[in-house]
């Protein structure tokens, strides 16, 4: 058996229903659609997305609160993970570099989950104050950059 000699017995074969394609093939002039109408338009579908029959789609009637923060994400390293590496030096390369964030370009802040016993020097664009506090205790120094 190959796939060029498979039958499917007796199950029905339709083709598919060229529309559109001339009054010969019965399905031409208006190709199925009617006549006149929002489903006639070629934008039917997709205008249809949130259509509800004319009253207001529920996307406007429901009330809008709260407040969409816009800010930046901020990729968090802990002081747990830094005091395990081998490094002193930590700024945004040496962190991907360790692979303790996965881009350069986001921003970087430290968190003081963990405990920290070196001294290391860290440049980074936000730290908490525990975490601050607990690097200077070890003797390093924080950079805000």
């Given at each position: ?99 303790l ?13 963990g ?26 120094k924080?950079?805000?950059?």
């Open positions: 058996m190959e796939l060029n000699t498979l039958n499917p017995g007796k199950a029905k074969v339709v083709k598919r229903k060229r529309i559109g394609r001339g009054p010969g093939s019965g399905w031409g002039t208006t190709a199925g659609r009617g006549q006149k109408g929002a489903g006639a338009r070629k934008s039917a579908k997709a205008g249809r997305v949130a259509f509800e029959g004319g009253q207001m789609p529920i996307h406007r009637r429901i009330p809008k609160r709260g407040f969409k923060h816009a800010g930046l994400d901020f990729q968090i390293v802990n002081i747990k993970r830094l005091a395990a590496s081998s490094v002193t030096e930590f700024d945004a390369q040496a962190m991907f570099d360790q692979g964030i996965k881009n350069i370009d986001l921003p970087v802040k430290v968190l003081a989950f405990a920290i016993d070196k001294a290391i020097n860290v440049k980074v664009n936000a730290i908490s104050e525990k975490a601050k506090a607990a690097i200077e205790a070890a003797g390093g924080v950079e805000i950059i």
